[in-house]
């Protein structure tokens, strides 16, 4: 019965296809396509910095891409972006300043889709903010689910310590 409930948060918090967040009507659509622009980053690259400006809404094509945090004067690593993933709808969506930096682990590919044209997009069709607003509820309710099942796992002690 547990393993049941369990499984039913993890579906219902499971992302959502890019397509379906992004779909628009063609005004909407439009604005977006004219402006998204694919950049290419080597290992190793900074994307972007915390606490940065952020320029638009970022979509992983390839590549892998890692994400960190300065928090309470300690780094942490907060996971990988990898190919369809959306990255950084906090900043797109709030007030315009990443949460967090972003990092090429190998070379890789982003489409970027500018924060103008997101907002125009959002003023032609506001269904498409909440949609997203959605999906950044949904990414911290895993991040969330995830923490929890880290914090329960067992962890097995080191003998050498303890002697």
Not at 48 to 72: D, H, I, T
Not at 77 to 97: F, I, K, T
């Amino acid at each position: 019965m547990q393993s049941e409930a369990t499984s039913e948060r993890i579906t219902a918090v499971a992302a959502h296809p890019l397509a379906e967040l992004l779909e628009c009507p063609p005004t909407a659509g439009d604005l977006l396509n004219e402006s998204a622009k694919c950049i290419a980053f080597d290992a190793g690259e900074v994307v972007f910095r915390q606490s940065g400006p952020c320029k638009g809404l970022y979509v992983v094509v390839w590549g892998n891409f890692q994400r960190k945090a300065e928090r309470m004067n300690s780094r942490v690593v907060l996971g990988h972006a990898r190919a369809g993933d959306l990255v950084e709808l906090a900043a797109a969506l709030g007030d315009g300043n990443h949460t967090y930096t972003l990092t090429a682990v190998t070379r890789g590919t982003l489409l970027l889709l500018p924060i103008r044209a997101l907002r125009r997009a959002f003023d032609c069709y506001p269904p498409l903010r909440m949609r997203l607003l959605e999906e950044l509820a949904r990414e911290v309710s895993r991040a969330y689910y995830a923490c929890m099942v880290d914090r329960v796992t067992p962890r097995r002690r080191n003998r050498m310590a303890t002697a």
